[in-house]
């Protein structure tokens, strides 16, 4: 393996307090639809836009409960909103009301209801000014090559940090749509009197935790988890060189824009059994060839009994070793799992200044850059390719510089999914390969 070092970087960002509790609201592609763009005034204010059109009266609503609706309506502003569809904002409300209210066929009043007087009144705030951008942007703007145009929104998650914090938003447009995040935008650029209003498929609700976050509470990363702890040996969160700090630093999150595909505990157990499978197996080899040797076989005999107790054994032994994450803290694999060779293993797994999601990656076998890349610049990086259905994407690979075949992102966009998860720091794509850089 090559030695990788030196590749974690710090900078002077600005602190990022807690912001909004609600966890993202994206959407299957099969709840996604297309309504017919409204003909609202050219000298309409914006505020006075949703007002008037039917399909945005819930997201009206939440404008209205956030105490933003004289924003909205300043002519002396220029904005950009991002209004999700009435169908969006109700299944917004079942995920807020934690699934007390159905995600649709409950009377309109309901929705309305719970927004008027459940909906915290902070929450509404920030959801609406994450879905605010403080200038006119048309889809004519909006990123066009890998991955996208961050552009910050009116949310300010903690004031008391710094007055010029803001949380961005990532435009994307190809051939096939355009997209806030994830989300796709379903009828773009109503144009009105101090702005634009481009309606969307789904909320867009703002990040409020950080990737190692993830990483440290789901079940199925508990290997990655162990290898990061294994990739970190002698150092903590707070040690700049970490990947413990870059993926879990709350203070330098708003800067990082990183991607994360993170490999499934089952992916690294097939990857594990793979790599010490022949470890094991000539460990097994040698011990029962010694012991055939001192008994008076021959040595051809013993190479005979050598090779049958280390093939009946080897698989079992093999399998007991990497069935757990604490494989990565037995001492007598640190020769071959080093923190080097792990932390080089992880970086590779890491785009570092693209927030890429799904709609972002090209449609054809395209070799994209890793965090790898800043310590060994010629390396071709990994090859990605999606497939999309409509304007969402249906399936992602990832392909490693030697893994025999790619691996799949595990497409699967709701909250606590597997795909496009978004974090303060960064977005997270769950695999089901480890990546192998050589």
């Given at each position: 393996m090559i030695a990788f070092k030196n590749i974690l970087k710090t900078g002077g960002m600005l602190v990022l307090g807690t912001g909004i509790i609600l966890s993202a609201c994206n959407k299957a592609p099969d709840e996604i639809g297309i309504i017919t763009p409204p003909s609202p005034s050219p000298d309409a204010a914006i505020g006075d836009v949703l007002k008037g059109n039917a399909e945005d009266s819930l997201f009206y609503?939440?404008?209205?409960?956030?105490?933003?609706?004289?924003?909205?309506?300043?002519?002396?502003?220029?904005?950009?909103?991002?209004?999700?569809?009435?169908?969006?904002?109700?299944?917004?409300?079942?995920?807020?009301?934690?699934?007390?209210?159905?995600?649709?066929?409950?009377?309109?009043?309901?929705?309305?209801?719970?927004?008027?007087?459940?909906?915290?009144?902070?929450?509404?705030?920030?959801?609406?000014?994450?879905?605010?951008?403080?200038?006119?942007?048309?889809?004519?703007?909006?990123?066009?090559?890998?991955?996208?145009?961050?552009?910050?929104?009116?949310?300010?998650?903690?004031?008391?940090?710094?007055?010029?914090?803001?949380?961005?938003?990532?435009?994307?447009?190809?051939?096939?749509?355009?997209?806030?995040?994830n989300i796709p935008v379903i009828v773009p650029d109503r144009m009105a009197g101090n702005g634009v209003i481009h309606s969307t498929a789904a909320v867009s609700v703002p990040p409020s935790t950080l990737i190692l976050d993830r990483i440290n509470a789901d079940a199925g990363l508990t290997f990655l988890k162990a290898a990061i702890l294994r990739a970190d040996s002698g150092k903590t969160i707070t040690t700049p060189t970490s990947i413990q700090y870059l993926l879990g630093t709350q203070a330098i999150a708003p800067g990082l824009n990183l991607t994360l595909f993170a490999p499934t505990d089952a992916a690294f157990q097939a990857a594990l059994y793979v790599q010490a499978y022949p470890i094991v197996y000539g460990q097994l080899y040698q011990g029962a060839y010694a012991t055939a040797i001192a008994g008076g076989a021959t040595p051809a005999d013993a190479a005979l009994a050598a090779t049958a107790y280390a093939t009946a054994n080897a698989p079992a032994q093999t399998t007991a070793l990497t069935s757990s994450p604490t494989v990565f803290q037995n001492p007598a694999l640190y020769p071959y799992l080093t923190a080097q060779v792990v932390q080089g293993i992880l970086v590779y797994h890491l785009f570092f200044g693209q927030r890429a999601f799904t709609p972002n990656f090209p449609t054809t076998a395209t070799a994209v850059p890793t965090f790898l890349n800043s310590v060994v610049p010629a390396h071709p990086g990994v090859t990605v390719a999606s497939t999309f259905t409509g304007p969402v994407v249906t399936a992602l690979t990832v392909k490693g510089l030697v893994n025999p075949t790619a691996s799949n992102v595990l497409i699967n966009p709701l909250p606590g999914g597997s795909s496009d998860q978004h974090y303060l720091n960064g977005v997270m794509h769950k695999i089901d390969q480890v990546l192998f850089p050589q």
């Open positions: 609503k939440m404008v209205v409960r956030a105490g933003m609706l004289t924003t909205l309506n300043d002519k002396a502003k220029t904005l950009t909103v991002f209004s999700p569809n009435n169908a969006a904002v109700r299944q917004f409300v079942s995920g807020a009301s934690g699934g007390l209210i159905p995600p649709s066929g409950a009377p309109e009043a309901t929705y309305v209801g719970f927004i008027n007087t459940s909906l915290p009144v902070a929450s509404a705030a920030g959801v609406v000014q994450y879905n605010i951008v403080p200038q006119k942007v048309p889809t004519a703007s909006f990123g066009a090559s890998f991955a996208n145009l961050a552009y910050p929104t009116l949310l300010n998650p903690n004031p008391a940090a710094s007055a010029l914090l803001r949380l961005d938003g990532y435009l994307s447009k190809r051939t096939n749509g355009a997209w806030l995040n």
